[in-house]
Each structure stands twice: as structure tokens, then as C-alpha cells.
């Protein structure tokens, strides 16, 4: 037995179609949101500084099986551990927080069990698609996601947490879904490869304003 009479039964189905389309629009138009932006191409390179305090001479390395750009900080004189990590260049803070898992190093006890990935970590949108990401800090991150920092404002502590080996700062530079050679003030790093061990010494110019 039928109930209901044809003209509801067509009035539903339209309803549906018009439902399904209406989701199917939405649905493109949020990947459109998120994926548009990142085919646009990226805008000026920021004038990044180093992440550290400002006239302090650090050593930039990195060695085979570290990952193409990345580079590793440390300073060429005293300890590591609980050295300022700050913001390269102003921007947005994205992420702020624990990747991967601590392990146990401090510097109570630096020889304890790694963690794997990244530990606190701190992420920073620059705009023009460009990002800088800070790792393996000592404590949680002194800056929370949707926070606008200045260059030079203190993102955390060096220390050793995730998959590391020694107290250091994890660094990177990104142009969009991609990792860059990393600029400071202006001059390639010359980091571009993991391929064999390189270091380079460069001193900080991330400095508060009128003083050089």
C-alpha cells in the first residue's frame, strides 16, 4: 500500500537533491578556503633574525639524517640549557604545545630517556605563507595558539625534550608546505642538505629596537 500521494513524495526527493547540493557547496568551498590560499605564491621573504638573545654568537649545524634545512642551534659559549628562544620574526602563534612526547632530559638529568618528535614546540605564521617552527624547549611554550608576537619576544626555554639528543634549539624556516634554506638578517645560512655535517657561527642580531 502507498501512502502519502506523488506531489509529497516528489516535493521530499526535490528537498533532498536541493539538501545534497547545498552540502556538496559548502563542502568545496571549505576545501576551497583552505586550499587556495596556499596555491597563491608566497610573498617576500621576512627579515628574519636569529632566535636568540641578541649579540650572542651561536653555532647553526646539521649532519647526515637530520632532514635537508634543518638547523640545529648552539651556543658557542656556557650551557644550553634554559637559554631565551625567541620569535625570528612577528607573527601569529599556530601551534604551542607538546609534539611527539617529552622523554625525561633536563638538566637535572641530562642523560635520561628521549621522547620522539619535537617536544614543546612553538610555531609561528609570518604571513605570505611563510612559517618558523622552534623544538625540543625545555618547559611548556610561554606563548599560546592565536597569540600575535613581536620579533624578539621570548617563545620558551633551550632544552632537550622529544628526540634529542643534547640541549639545543631545533629550528626551521617554511615557504608554505615546504622547508627552505634558513635566512638570518638578510644571509643564507648555507645549510640546504643533510648529505655531511656542516656548521657555520653567526651572531644574533635579534635585537629591541635602536640597539644594533
Not at 46 to 52: G, I, T
Not at 91 to 103: C, D, K, Q, R, Y
Not at 146 to 172: C, I, K, R
Amino acid at each position: 500500500m502507498t501512502t502519502g500521494s506523488p506531489t509529497t513524495a516528489r516535493s521530499r526527493r526535490r528537498a533532498l537533491r536541493v539538501l545534497v547540493g547545498v552540502v556538496a557547496a559548502a563542502a568545496v568551498l571549505g576545501v576551497a578556503l583552505v586550499v587556495v590560499p596556499m596555491l597563491r605564491p608566497a610573498g617576500p621573504r621576512p627579515l628574519f633574525q636569529l632566535p636568540v638573545t641578541c649579540g650572542e654568537t651561536w653555532q647553526l649545524g646539521t649532519y647526515p639524517g637530520h632532514d635537508d634545512y634543518d638547523v640545529d642551534l648552539f651556543p658557542i659559549e656556557g650551557e644550553a640549557w634554559g637559554r631565551p628562544v625567541l620569535a625570528s620574526y612577528a607573527g601569529t602563534v599556530t601551534e604551542a604545545g607538546i609534539n611527539g612526547s617529552l622523554g625525561g632530559r633536563n638538566p637535572e638529568n641530562p642523560e635520561g630517556p628521549r621522547g620522539r618528535g619535537g617536544g614543546y614546540w612553538v610555531k609561528i605564521d609570518h604571513g605570505g605563507k611563510w612559517e618558523t617552527q622552534y623544538l625540543h624547549m625545555l618547559e611548556p611554550p610561554l606563548v599560546k595558539v592565536g597569540q600575535q608576537v613581536a620579533q624578539g619576544d621570548q617563545l620558551g626555554l633551550v632544552g632537550s625534550t622529544g628526540n634529542s639528543g643534547a640541549p639545543h634549539l631545533h629550528y626551521e624556516q617554511r615557504r608554505g608546505w615546504e622547508k627552505v634554506e634558513t635566512h638570518f638578517d638578510g644571509e643564507p645560512s648555507g645549510i640546504t642538505t643533510d648529505e655531511r655535517e656542516y656548521t657555520v657561527q653567526r651572531t644574533s642580531g635579534n635585537c629591541p629596537p635602536g640597539v644594533s
